[in-house]
């Protein structure tokens, strides 16, 4: 959201973005004529930056006028994406550049031409092992800070390690490479969270079914927080239960949103940044709490069908608001909060506009 309007592209179907304003929800303009698009589009200045997937695994980055919608440039040659499973992911974007995540790594764009900077190969795009299986890597959304973009192969869950990247973000030289032993079957998920000194890196073991749909959830998560500088494992945390979204970063403070399979209820916990360390827990009977939204002075998360406003202070719910469905992530401005209905599901999702009481 910029200059008073929301900027919105369709999943799954075919390649619209449009604005609308954020007062009434009404159209400002539209733009159809691009191949389909998937998650969300990033702001520069006064352009919208999207990424389209097109039949055979074409890539794209275009750039559109925020004010009109018109396509000002698309970079084609050098952009790729993983064809495995997850498709292409939002651009990062940070000062006059926007991060990719690539088919082999990270691909660093010019935000204001498109050309490309830099593209860092961390790996293969097909990766292979002597005696175990063949997959397609996949990049995770870049974290970027002043000197580094942080990236990880979501799609990796064979032998002990998995690795977490940093690149230089002047140059593309690889920084450091942290190995995190966490075992077999285990995959790093979401994307890495950049805090002032660390950053944040979820690894999931899933739940391994026992043929009965009431089986207690068998899976198991550590959340970990590596040296910004070094990728040194500050400390981890073996979770309760389980996330279902990245955690959000505030004033070295992490909130972590988590969800109770068996119960079907949900928390929200604030660690400190420098040692991991509970400073409280928010506690809900209404479902899993996910998508974490740090404004002022307070945590917005979903909670099941509902959206709750948390104190940042000491955790106590200040409101909470039957949806009736499950929402995304709240973009909020001033004393409201902008939801998506049913993420991911295009053609029943509505856009809401909720007002502080």
């Not at 389980?242 to 505030?250: D, E, M, Q, R």
């Not at 916990?269 to 307070?298: C, F, M, Q, R």
């Not at 979903?302 to 940042?312: D, F, K, N, T, Y």
């Not at 999702?349 to 502080?356: G, H, I, K, P, Q």
Request: glycine share 8%; hydrophobic share 35%; net charge negative.
């Amino acid at each position: 959201m910029v200059d008073d309007d929301l900027y919105l592209t369709e999943a799954w179907t075919g390649g619209t973005a449009f604005a609308l304003a954020s007062d009434d929800g009404t159209e400002q303009w539209s733009n159809s004529d691009l191949p389909p698009m998937r998650w969300a589009p990033a702001l520069h200045e006064n352009r919208l930056l999207v990424i389209t997937r097109a039949e055979g695994n074409i890539v794209r980055l275009h750039a559109l006028d925020s004010t009109t919608g018109e396509q000002e440039w698309v970079q084609e040659d050098g952009i790729t994406a993983s064809s495995g499973e997850r498709p292409p992911i939002s651009p990062t974007v940070r000062d006059d550049s926007v991060y990719l995540g690539s088919n082999r790594g990270i691909i660093a764009c010019d935000a204001t031409t498109g050309e490309i900077d830099w593209t860092a190969t961390l790996g293969p795009h097909v990766a292979e092992t002597e005696d175990g299986p063949t997959w397609r890597t996949d990049w995770a959304k870049p974290a970027v800070t002043a000197n580094l973009a942080f990236t990880f192969d979501m799609n990796e869950s064979y032998r002990a390690t998995r690795e977490v990247y940093a690149v230089n973000t002047q140059s593309g030289d690889r920084g450091w490479t942290a190995e995190l032993n966490v075992g077999d079957d285990w995959g790093l998920k979401g994307h890495v969270v950049a805090g002032a000194d660390r950053v944040f890196v979820s690894a999931l073991k899933p739940h391994v079914s026992a043929g009965l749909d009431d089986s207690q959830w068998s899976g198991a998560e550590r959340l970990f927080a590596l040296e910004t500088t070094s990728g040194e494992v500050a400390w981890d945390w073996t979770l309760p239960k389980k996330t279902l979204s990245p955690p959000a970063y505030a004033d070295e403070t992490l909130y972590v949103g988590e969800w109770y399979p068996d119960a079907d209820t949900g928390r929200l916990h604030a660690l400190d940044e420098s040692d991991g360390s509970n400073i409280w827990t928010y506690e809900t009977e209404k479902g899993a709490v996910l998508s974490p939204t740090v404004a002022g002075d307070t945590v917005y998360i979903s909670q099941g069908e509902e959206l709750a406003a948390v104190a940042r202070a000491d955790g106590t719910r200040r409101w909470r608001l039957e949806i009736g469905e499950r929402t995304g992530p709240p973009v909020v401005v001033g004393d409201t909060a902008y939801i998506q209905t049913s993420p991911g599901h295009n053609s029943e999702s509505r856009l809401l506009a909720v007002r502080e009481p």
